[in-house]
């Protein structure tokens, strides 16, 4: 590859034009991820929202949680937006290593994560825009420090593509759009998985995501798993994050003080600020 990098290693393929490698500096020799596409097998619609990425994360340069672009490459036949290498892997593979030892996440260190995601969000909301796709998979964790990745269906404003099926809120599913709140309550799909090793959803289709909402048991349903387990304040939070009223998953941003603690396995740090309005 060249331009200051080596290929190293196919990390996984996205789609028949695209695929992530693990490049690294001949400079310095650090490690990097390098999502390659390429340009004579991808439609109009693959590029727009391959550039439209790269757009998104120009602007989030210098948040600390979230995952930074390095360098940008055009060539005759690829483009290969490069990033950094986030050494720790995704959140959701930590959660099933944590699920197979049988080793429930502590709530300092879930609210240490949920700091450090709010923290990125904010800068992502601040800059006008919604992310669209929050979920474990696209949560990454590089040292001591925890990254919101993955912007490639990301836009300024609401935004009219809809991500991941399980993480969808009412709202989203009924208007066929996401906005900052619908992001609010992707977070609180995320800290359900980390308080139960599970999503609060297992939908097949949009209709089995509204059946979930308009059952009335709903709220119950939500708390159930996790009331006996964590404190009423993180029960709470997770109540409100994943409630239909989207005044209640605001109400959790700008009522809560959230502490900062320090985690345990994930040597994740307790240094993100929580302010997320």
């Keep these: 590859m060249n331009y ?18 693990l490049i690294r500096s001949l400079e310095t020799g650090e490690a990097f991820i390098s999502k390659v596409y390429d340009i004579y097998g991808a439609s109009k619609n693959d590029l727009n929202r391959y550039m439209n990425e790269l757009h998104i994360m120009q602007k989030l340069e210098n948040c600390e949680n979230v995952v930074q672009v390095v360098d940008f490459i055009k060539q005759n036949d690829s483009l ?7 050494t720790q892997g995704d959140l959701y593979t930590h959660i099933l290593r944590r699920k197979m030892k049988n080793e429930m996440y502590t709530e300092s260190e879930i609210f240490n994560i949920f700091n450090q995601i709010l923290n990125g969000l904010n800068s992502i909301h601040k800059n006008g825009i919604t992310h669209g ?3 474990s998979t696209n949560i990454f964790i590089k040292g001591d420090k925890v990254k919101i990745g993955d912007f490639g269906i990301s836009q300024k404003g609401s935004n009219n593509n809809l991500g991941t ?33 599970s999503s609060p959803f297992s939908a097949k289709s949009m209709g089995d ?21 964590y404190s009423d304040k993180l029960v709470n939070i997770i109540s409100k994050l994943l409630s239909l009223n989207t005044s209640e998953r605001l109400e959790v941003v ?3 003080s959230l502490t900062r603690t320090e985690s345990i396995n994930l040597e994740l740090s307790n240094s993100a600020q929580y302010a997320l309005v």
């Design 4 to 21: 200051g990098y080596k290929f190293e290693t196919v990390l996984d393929t996205l789609t028949s034009n695209s695929e992530i490698h």
């Design 209 to 229: 995501m509204i059946s979930f909402f308009e059952d009335k048991n709903y709220k119950n349903y939500i708390v159930k798993d996790i009331s006996n387990i």
């Design 133 to 135: 796709d929050l979920k």
């Design 165 to 197: 099926l399980n993480f969808l809120s009412y709202e989203s599913i009924l208007f066929k759009k996401t906005n900052k709140l619908s992001d609010l309550f992707q977070v609180g799909c995320i800290l359900y998985e980390l308080a139960t090793f």
């Design 80 to 86: 290969s937006l490069i990033t950094e290498f986030c």
């Design 254 to 256: 700008t009522n809560y």
